[in-house]
Every structure is written in C-alpha cells, then in structure tokens.
C-alpha cells in the first residue's frame, strides 16, 4: 500500500481511503470484517460525514470495531459537516455542534480531520475560523479542509483561518475528468476544453493540499458506474480489461491505479461494502501504469489528447 505526507500535516496517509457512506446497511459482523480488511491491506484513512445515514453510519462503524485507544491509534478519521436538509451551514454553532455530535458517535476523543462538506454561498469565514479555533486549541480536531471547493471559495476561507486547509474532496473518476480536461485541450474550441472547475487540480498543488476522490467508478454525479457498463463505455472497458489483465489485477483495481498514477498524489475514497471489492481497491494502490497507458485508458473514456 502507497502512503503519502498529507502536506502541513504529521499524517502518514494510505492513498486508499475507506469510505463509510453505506456501512450502516452491513451488521455489525460484516462491517467489522470489512474495516479490519482495510487495516490489514494497509489502509489507515476512513471517511465520514454527519449526513451519512444521519449519522448512523459513525455510530455503527464505532461500534462495529469496538473503538477503543488500541484501535484509534492505528487510524486516520475524517469527518465532514455543513450539509443539513436542503441547506448548507458553516455558522459557528452548527460546526461546533457538528463536530461534538460526531465525536460522540465515533467514540473517540478528536478527529484527524474535519472537512466543510459542500460550499455554503452564505459563509462567513470570521465565523468558521472561530470555530475552528475553538475545536483546534481544545484538541477535538487535529486538521482541516474542505469538501467540493473551488479555488477562489478555498482562498477566500483560507484569508481568516488560521490553520491551513489541507484537503479538498471533489469527485474525480476515469468518466468524470473535468479536473484534467480543460488542462489537456487549453485555447481548443471544443466542449472539453471548457474550464469547469478553476483549475482546482493545479491550484491544489502549487498549494500544498491533498486533493481526494470521491465516486472513483461513477461516470456522472452517481448515475452508476462506468465498469462493465458495455452499452456507454464500452471502448473504455475492454482497454481497462487488456491493461488489467497485463497486470494480473481486477478492472476495479486499473480503476483506482488511474487515479494513483497521478503526481499529484491523489487519494482514492473508495464506497463499497463489499471485502473483495474493498481488496481489489487496495490493489490499485501502487500500479505503475506507464504513460501510454494512463493516457489510453483516458482517450478510451471518450476524450481527446490533441
């Protein structure tokens, strides 16, 4: 398993994360089996949010591995807040209630880091750097970050908080590409040269923040996913299948090793529940997919490289 330093950060990160949106919908047993293949694959990054199950998906990962000091130690916990029903809020209360109402339910004493979830128009960052403050010199939160942010959004928050923002999640996926487009085909007057998301992979870098995955096998914003799926993509999947069968790993691994294969040291949010999908992720970690690949599989999902 690849590890990368989160920038700013004393974290040691697998580049696979374990996301926990659905876990609720395991038992206990079969999500405890499936954190412990996590660990024992080399994974030690699992995400959350408050909005996932309502919560209950904190409580059931806690209780389903038993939480305790032992355990915690060999773990990164990530969290997100902002999200309510049909609304978006950064106020101070709701951030620091957020973020106590997510400790309680992982059990554990602080968090690694709490992301923003999604960008609330109506923001006051005087605001959000007061809770940060407060969460930060109590020990509850370690890091922060934030979640489908564009530059500007991300630059505007960072101008009051204190503590450096060192994630930002957005979705990124072989058949969702609008981080990579515009860069690849600039001044071409073509719909994939269209700038839709400011440039967040490059502003990213030059910034220091470690960029994440979410709905690495979706092919839109979750219009299910793009493997097997022989009728939309079907060029892609047999160029995935060649390259995977060359490697002797799953088309689900090649998936995630295009991701990983990126300098930019991008982590992978994986959602499934199930073991052997969760291990085929992790064996994407690492794949040292050459150029001409990497850039094959990307024509192959329908895109130009001039």
């Keep these: ?3 990368i330093q989160i920038a700013n950060t004393d974290l040691r990160a697998s580049n696979i994360i374990m996301g926990n ?8 047993s079969d999500t405890e089996r499936l954190i412990r293949t996590a660990l024992e694959e080399g994974i030690n990054f699992f995400d959350h949010a408050d909005i996932y199950g309502a919560g209950k998906c904190e409580t059931h990962f806690a209780e389903a591995i038993q939480m305790n000091d032992s355990i915690r130690e060999q773990m990164i916990l990530q969290s997100k807040c902002g999200i309510r029903g049909g609304y978006f809020d950064f106020s101070k209360e709701h951030i620091l209630t957020s973020a106590d109402g997510i400790l309680q339910r992982l059990n554990t004493d602080y968090l690694d880091v709490l992301l923003l979830h999604r960008p609330d128009t109506l923001m006051e960052p005087e605001e959000i750097a007061e809770a940060f403050d407060k969460l930060h010199s109590s020990g509850k939160v370690r890091y922060f970050g934030v979640s489908n942010f564009s530059p ?14 060192v994630v930002n999640q957005i979705q990124l996926s072989i058949a969702h590409t609008p981080v990579i487009d515009s860069g690849i085909t600039l001044n071409m007057n073509i719909d994939q ?3 839709r998301d400011s440039s967040v992979l490059e502003y990213s870098r030059l910034k220091d923040i470690t960029l994440q995955a979410w709905s690495p096998f979706q092919k839109g914003f979750f219009e299910g996913p793009f493997l097997g799926d022989m009728e939309q993509y079907p060029e892609l999947n047999q ?6 069968a060359k490697y ?8 995630v090793a295009w991701i990983t294969r990126h300098p930019a040291n991008i982590q992978v949010v994986t ?6 999908r969760l291990k085929d992720c992790a064996a994407g970690s690492e794949i040292p997919l050459t150029r001409e690949e990497w ?4 024509r192959a999902s329908g895109k130009i490289v001039p």
Excluded at 155 to 163: A, G, I, P, T
Excluded at 248 to 255: C, L, P, R, W, Y
Excluded at 295 to 298: D, L, Q, S, T, V
């Design 1 to 3: 398993m690849k590890t």
């Design 152 to 165: 500007a959004q991300t630059e505007l928050l960072q101008k009051y908080v204190k503590q450096k923002l």
């Design 271 to 276: 959602g499934t529940t199930n073991v052997q």
């Design 193 to 195: 040269a269209i700038n």
């Design 239 to 244: 160029k995935i299948d060649e390259i995977a």
């Design 21 to 28: 949106m659905r876990i609720n919908q395991l038992s206990l």
């Design 295 to 298: 850039y094959g599989i990307y």
């Design 248 to 255: 002797g790993v799953s088309n689900t691994a090649i998936a």
